[in-house]
């Protein structure tokens, strides 16, 4: 069974800087790309950042670039993001999300979600 | 970056009736889209990929069509556990837009 469990969120300062985790099991980690995708109270979806399977390759999306950093540890089975200069538009639940990547790139398993709140 | 617009962002029905979402984004993505579920305090769920592809498990009522633009998402006969919010998704590109979401509620 596929298992994606983030955790490292909570309540952060404005301007502090948070890592959040997601470990990995009932799969071939190193084989797939991951994603984080989050999801701001009472709001949509927002996709945040990808990496492909050996780490070699990230995107991000404009609202964290700069900011944000994604990367794994492929021998732990783990994803992280490295989220600094966090604001308060940065509160969402973050999702760690398995990418199937065949023909059509799909997200295909997601964690439970973690929730990061910035506010002072 | 491709923009996705989704309609209509909420819609009553009663189980049954056979229900119609459609996704255009701002240029063509080839089949590239996908169509997920999401039920209040839960993590989403891919129902659908590549367009018209059912993902594993989930009921034939649900299926999708289109291609370059515009898109649909269609549920035949909607049941009880089906009343959730779903969202669009094209992965043409490296900046996996999503909809805005459709929320369907029990009339």
């Known amino acids: 069974e596929v298992r994606l469990v983030e955790s490292g969120g909570g309540l952060i300062q404005p301007g502090g800087s948070l890592r959040l985790s997601c470990a990995a099991s009932g799969f071939t980690f190193n084989t797939y790309w991951m994603h984080w995708v989050r999801q701001a109270p009472g709001k949509g979806l927002v996709w945040v950042s990808r990496i492909n399977n050996d780490g070699s390759s990230t995107t991000y999306a404009d609202s964290v670039k700069g900011r944000f950093t994604i990367s794994r540890d492929n021998a732990n089975n783990t994803l992280y993001l490295q989220m600094n200069s966090l604001r308060a538009e940065d509160t969402a639940v973050y999702f760690c999300?398995?990418?199937?990547?065949?023909?059509?790139?799909?997200?295909?398993?997601w964690g439970q979600g973690t929730r990061v709140t910035v506010s002072s | 970056d491709i923009q996705m617009t989704q309609s209509p962002s909420s819609l009553s029905a009663s189980v049954g009736d056979r229900v119609i979402i459609t996704c255009r984004t701002s240029?063509?993505?080839?089949?590239?889209l996908n169509w997920y579920q999401q039920k209040p305090g839960k993590a989403p769920q891919l129902l659908i990929y590549?367009?018209?592809r059912l993902q594993t498990g989930v009921p034939s009522r649900f299926s999708g069509s289109g291609s370059g633009t515009d898109f649909t998402l269609t549920i035949s006969s909607v049941q009880p556990e089906d009343f959730a919010t779903y969202y669009c998704?094209?992965?043409?590109?490296?900046?996996?837009?999503f909809g805005q979401g459709t929320k369907l509620e029990i009339k």
């Open positions: 999300v398995r990418d199937r990547f065949m023909a059509v790139p799909s997200f295909d398993s």
């Open positions: 590549g367009e018209s």
């Open positions: 998704q094209q992965s043409y590109s490296f900046l996996y837009t």
């Open positions: 240029q063509s993505i080839s089949s590239y």
